[in-house]
């Protein structure tokens, strides 16, 4: 089974909202379906527009999770999360009691820092 896990849906950069990802894949006969939106976790205190803000991920989580009764799509729930040379602890510790299924590591900022 082919599983399409690097979605952004508009709670990061994407142009779909969850439940419009969900029916459309139901639609098209895919039987499961990961979301991974951009989490990024500026040093600087300053993530781009195109991240989940970190005051929201709790809204995020909620509604994706909410999409796995009532549809024939297994609904998971991942993050790509942005990867900062010595920020480590600090992304650790706002993910880790998220109950996600995975995690795509993301570096969106090479020398950019």
């Known amino acids: ?41 500026d040093p600087r205190g300053n993530p781009p527009y195109w991240s989940l803000p970190i005051e929201r991920v709790n809204e995020y989580v ?7 009764k009532g549809t024939d799509v297994r609904v998971l729930l991942g993050l790509e999360v942005d990867w900062f040379e010595d920020h480590g602890e600090v992304i650790e510790r706002e993910v880790r009691n998220l109950p996600l299924d995975y995690i795509i590591g993301g570096v969106h900022f090479v020398g950019k820092m």
């Open 62 to 68: 909620a509604e994706v999770l909410s999409y796995r």
């Open 1 to 41: 089974m082919i599983i399409p896990y690097h979605n952004h849906s508009k709670w990061s950069d994407g142009e779909f909202s969850v439940a419009d990802f969900v029916t459309r894949s139901r639609d098209r006969g895919i039987k499961a379906l990961g979301f991974s939106d951009h989490f990024i976790l």
